[in-house]
């Protein structure tokens, strides 16, 4: 089994970094830059969290590889999450953990916190944008 | 190196305290388990480890803080080229301590020491403190 997080958090500074990790390795990122001062806290974060059969990604291009042969899934879940959002999302140290319908032998969740009490809906439309941005952002990772 | 999200010392306490402290070795380990299977992977940063063990009270308690800490990968320890506190963390902590915000609050050294230990590695940090340093 491998574990695989796709993530796209955005920083205190304005700054969006997307990463992608096999087995807590991280393979791929991208960093959005935010203002000139950089503040690495965080506002918030949305995890995609896949736990699949067999072997992950082991190098960049392969994960770049996985990333476009299950793009359309990704950003489904991403929808899905969006869709299922509470009306508030309180400020707690736990993410809210939404499961997914994942395709056999796969475990998936979509995972999303955010620091300071959001408006649901706002948080849905970071989850939607991420979805709409997925390929753009995706050809963006690199190691 | 792990994903690139650090917890700050607030985020350990609050998994250490969520269902009453551990009472052993064994649950102290399984309390951080469960702590980074919810929040996804991450680590800490030196400066953290610290902070959180100096909190401990009694021997007992430093034994069980280090069972728990141990699960998690400090980053800055990992990075192979770059391990450990480095001095340019030293002078960018002394820029950040240096900058006087307008409410006058006290700036704290593991806050400052931390950001800029994060801005060095690229990662970010989860805190929930509102004396983090802010840009």
Request: proline share 5%; with cysteine.
């Amino acid at each position: 089994m491998a574990k695989i997080e796709i993530y796209r958090q955005k920083r205190v500074d304005g700054g969006i970094r997307t990463g992608f990790s096999v087995d807590g390795a991280r393979l791929l990122q991208h960093l959005q830059a935010g203002s000139p001062e950089p503040d690495p806290a965080l506002e918030w974060f949305i995890d995609i969290r896949c736990t699949v059969r067999g072997k992950g990604p082991a190098s960049e291009s392969e994960a770049q590889t996985w990333l476009t042969e299950h793009s359309e899934f990704l950003r489904d879940a991403l929808r899905a999450a969006a869709d299922d959002i509470p009306v508030g999302i309180d400020a707690d140290l736990w993410p809210h953990i939404q499961e997914i319908n994942a395709p056999k032998g796969w475990k998936v969740v979509v995972a999303y916190s955010a620091i300071k009490r959001v408006d649901g809906r706002q948080m849905a439309s970071h989850l939607r944008a991420w979805a709409k941005q997925f390929n753009s952002v995706a050809r963006k990772l690199a190691a | 190196m792990a994903v690139g999200r650090v917890f700050d010392t607030n985020y350990l306490i609050g998994a250490w305290n969520r269902h009453g402290p551990p009472q052993s070795l064994t649950e102290a380990r399984e309390r951080a388990k469960q702590f980074l299977n919810t929040m996804g992977s991450g680590g800490i940063l030196s400066p953290i480890r610290l902070e959180f063990l100096s909190g401990a009270r009694t021997k007992q308690e430093l034994r069980l803080y280090d069972a728990f800490l141990d699960q998690f990968e400090v980053l800055d320890l990992a990075a192979k080229r770059q391990r450990g506190v480095r001095a340019e963390d030293w002078t960018e902590a002394e820029r950040l301590v240096r900058r006087v915000p307008p409410d006058g609050k006290p700036r704290h050294l593991a806050d400052c020491l931390i950001r800029a230990i994060a801005n060095r590695l690229g990662v970010e940090v989860l805190t929930n403190d509102a004396g983090f340093p802010r840009g």
